[in-house]
C-alpha cells in the first residue's frame, strides 16, 4: 500500500473544519478587527483553506453571523441556583455584561438576528425560570422579559454615545451652535464631559445603575 493512500503529509494536511472551528476563528477575527472584517473570504484566509470549503459547515455570512452571535451567547455561565430572584438575575446579567465586553461587535450582531439560537434558547429559557421560580406568573413574566430587555444579555443600545469627553474647544464649538436651538442637549453634553457637573460617563456604573433600577420596578410589580 502506498504512503499516500493513508493521508497526506506535511504542510498539505490541515486540521479538519468543523462548524466549531469555523465560529471560533470568525470570533477572533471579529474582536481583533472588527465586525466589518467578516468576510467568507477573509475568514477562509484566516483558516488556511479554501472560501468554498466553508460552505461545507455555514450556509452563507447570515448563517456565519447568526453562529458567531448564538457562540457568544453560549459562553454566559449559567448562575441560577439562587433561591432569590433579584439576585440571581442580576448576577445573570452582569456575567452576560463580562462576556458582551469581551466582544464590542457582539451586542449589535445579537440584536440583527431575526430568530434566537440554540444558545439564545437555553439562556432565555434559564431566565423565564428564574422569574417563574421566583413567584411571577406568567403574565408578570411576559412583562419583565420585556422590561429587561437586552440588559438580559448585558448590553444596552443607548439613545446616544456619552462616553467621549469633549475638548474645551470643541464644548466652546458645541454651545455655540446649538445653545440657542437645543439647550438641553449642550447641557447634557458639557455635564458628561470630565470637568462637567457629572464627570465622565461610566458606561458600568450607568449599566448596574438602570438594571437595579429594573429589578427594583419589577420587585413592585411582583409583590403589588
Known sequence: ????????????RRTQLTRERVMAAAIELADRDGI???SMRKLAQELGVEAMSLYTHVRS??????????????????????TDWKASLRQQALAARTVMLRHPWAPRTVEAQAAPGPAALRYINVVLGILREGGFSIAQTHHAL????????GFTQGLF?????????AATALA?????????????ALAVTHG???GGCDDDAEFEFALDFILDGLARLHSG
Not at 500500500?1 to 498539505?12: F, R, V, Y
Not at 420585556?146 to 440588559?151: A, P, V
Not at 454615545?161 to 474647544?169: A, F, K, M, Q
Open 1 to 12: 500500500m502506498k504512503l499516500s493512500a493513508l493521508g497526506s503529509t506535511g504542510p498539505e
Open 36 to 38: 466589518e472584517s467578516i
Open 61 to 82: 455570512k447570515n448563517d456565519l453571523l447568526a453562529g458567531m452571535a448564538d457562540t457568544v451567547v453560549s459562553q454566559i455561565p449559567v448562575t441560577a441556583e439562587g
Open 146 to 153: 420585556h422590561i429587561l430587555g437586552s440588559h438580559l444579555l
Open 161 to 169: 454615545d456619552d462616553s467621549g469627553d469633549l475638548e474645551p474647544d
Open 176 to 188: 455655540s451652535a446649538l445653545g440657542a436651538s437645543h439647550p438641553y442637549v449642550v447641557e447634557m
Open 196 to 198: 462637567g457637573a457629572l
